[in-house]
């Protein structure tokens, strides 16, 4: 495959990346879970000039459960704003929600309920999973989660940082790349959901 022409835009994710690398030296891989996971190979610049949504043509439910999750989200910053103010108000709102979501798994989210689930390890940084197919170290892929069982959803780039065989396999490991400040404000939600669950589950 020929060189792709080195762009403002491919600098500028260039040094991205540089910074990326000499900033996080931590651990990755935190947490494990369970979710509905897409993964397509995407050229380095499609990783630097487009955005997700661009290539979810194919999955038109992606939209609709990015926007439920924007909604989730910003209802959830408005509750904590209700709860110490009036009490019994965020209670009822809060049943409410929890009735929205039981409507919305019954309806828009049950064709999705059967699809495949991938265990992945997961941290604000990026992600590990087990793919059949291999990847090459620094390719760029779009990283569709959907997370249950409340059907959150996040769109992202990833950028490969290491593909090894593992039985019929391969462990891919990636860094989220370009990942945008509501993205990671919803991956935080996520993972600080997963850890009271288990610390719920541990008591």
């Not at 090894?164 to 600080?192: H, K, M, W, Y």
Request: charged share 20%.
């Amino acid at each position: 495959m020929p060189n792709e022409p080195l762009t403002a835009a491919s600098a500028k994710g260039d040094a991205q990346l540089a910074r990326e690398a000499t900033a996080d030296k931590r651990e990755f891989f935190r947490l494990d879970r369970d979710v509905i996971l897409d993964v397509s190979p995407i050229s380095r610049h499609q990783a630097l000039t487009d955005t997700p949504a661009e290539h979810l043509v194919d999955k038109p439910y992606m939209p609709v459960l990015e926007a439920f999750s924007a909604l989730d989200s910003q209802w959830r910053s408005a509750l904590a704003q209700i709860q110490p103010l009036a009490p019994d108000t965020h209670h009822a709102l809060t049943l409410l929600n929890a009735k929205l979501d039981l409507l919305a798994k019954q309806s828009v989210f049950e064709s999705l309920q059967q699809m495949p689930k991938t265990r992945i390890s997961l941290s604000l940084d990026g992600i590990a999973f087990k793919h059949p197919k291999y990847f090459y170290k620094d390719s760029y892929l779009l990283l569709s989660l959907i997370f249950l069982p409340h059907f959150a959803s996040i769109a992202t780039f990833g950028q490969i940082v290491r593909c090894e065989p593992r039985d019929t396999g391969f462990n891919v490991a990636a860094r989220f790349f370009r990942l945008t400040a509501d993205c990671q404000s919803r991956l935080s939600a996520e993972i600080t959901r997963a850890q009271q669950a288990a610390s719920n589950a541990s008591v």
